[in-house]
């Protein structure tokens, strides 16, 4: 146990030689170019939905195609989904 702490200290003080030398060329070939991208240009303000009767509701539900639609939709991946936009009469 005593003969292997010289050799950890040894190859320890290698390692640190190796990565303590700047590699100039690299950093002279490579700019890193960062861009900022920030996550709030595509945020929409909560807007209050505007209600219809349920009569109405349960007529466009029935004319989508019932809830068998809205059951294949939840068994879809996220990225498979279609965007079902039904516009409420105002």
């Known amino acids: 146990m005593k003969t292997s702490y010289p050799i950890?200290?040894?190859v320890s003080l290698l390692m640190v030689k190796a990565y303590a030398q700047p590699d100039e060329a690299k950093d002279s070939a490579q700019t890193s170019h960062l861009?900022?991208?920030?996550?709030?240009?595509?945020y929409q303000a909560y807007r209050e939905q505007t209600l219809i009767p349920w009569v109405e509701a349960n007529d466009t539900v029935a004319r989508i195609?019932?809830?068998?639609?809205?059951?294949?939709?939840?068994?879809?991946?996220?990225?498979?989904?279609?965007a079902v936009?039904?516009?409420a009469k105002q």
């Open 65 to 82: 195609g019932g809830w068998r639609v809205y059951a294949k939709e939840a068994q879809m991946p996220p990225q498979a989904q279609p």
């Open 85 to 87: 936009n039904v516009e």
């Open 8 to 10: 950890l200290i040894l």
């Open 35 to 42: 861009e900022y991208h920030s996550v709030l240009t595509q």
